[in-house]
């Protein structure tokens, strides 16, 4: 959408975000949880113009399936880097 409608990004913003997110405090923030971002995909126009609202609708439908199976079977852990669930499901890519 950028590039076809030529909007200007404005200039980089050089910083590390993880020790000075503090200085900007309404740059916009991408969402925590996988879950929230599945619901600002399904909103945004945007994207549902660019993949189609059918193809962005079956992502969302199997990502949630994946966060349903998922939480059927483990429980997530911030302090651990994966877990068995991503191991078995995910690293076959």
Known sequence: DGLNNKIDPGKPLNC???????KYPDLPKLPNELDQSLEKLKKNKDMNDAFGKEA???YIKLRNSEIKEFNQKESFDKTKAITRWERDNTLDC
Do not use: Q
């Not at 590390?16 to 503090?22: A, F, K, S, T």
């Open 16 to 22: 590390n975000m993880y020790e000075d997110y503090e």
């Open 56 to 58: 962005i609708n079956s």
